[in-house]
């Protein structure tokens, strides 16, 4: 069996790119990782570091809610690892049932989505929900979160929390 997939996702770090690095730097290589907004060029910051890193890893990127300026698409659907992946912020989404059916809708397996900086990873109607939390220090007083998805090392796709 071949080694899985490391995706890291990371979601409202609102400027902070010390936390961003050090999560990077948590979560070792990764062969591509998503960012779900706030703020914008936060997302340039981290492919700067991808570009570093062995393999060059792909960032994909979507926009929040304090990035209206920015060129960043609203959503994306992604496949990594045979596993389709929908991403949006979740400022334009009104619940997790929404959530869930935008995906199913796309064919994705999974949802990723940030804006409540909270985490969450739960299954609804077979799609995994993955809010990775903020991975800012300073948004809600909390520490810098992120998550690491694991594809294609078994059945089911693993979520590992990244906490500073």
Request: with cysteine; net charge negative; hydrophobic share 40%.
């Amino acid at each position: 069996m071949s080694e899985p997939l490391r995706v890291g996702v990371f979601s409202d770090s609102h400027g902070d790119h010390d936390a961003l690095d050090a999560l990077l730097e948590r979560m070792g290589r990764l062969d591509a990782a998503c960012f779900l907004g706030d703020v914008a060029r936060d997302a340039a910051h981290l492919r700067e570091k991808l570009l570093a890193q062995p393999g060059e890893p792909t960032l994909y990127a979507v926009r929040g809610n304090n990035d209206w300026a920015s060129a960043l698409p609203d959503d994306l659907l992604i496949e990594l690892g045979g596993v389709r992946i929908h991403m949006e912020h979740g400022h334009l989404c009104p619940s997790l049932l929404t959530l869930c059916y935008r995906a199913k809708e796309r064919g994705a397996q999974i949802a990723l989505f940030g804006h409540t900086h909270e985490p969450l990873c739960e299954y609804r109607d077979g799609v995994l929900l993955l809010n990775p939390g903020s991975a800012g220090n300073g948004c809600r007083g909390g520490r810098a979160r992120a998550s690491l998805l694991l594809l294609g090392g078994g059945p089911m796709p693993t979520v590992r929390d990244e906490t500073l």
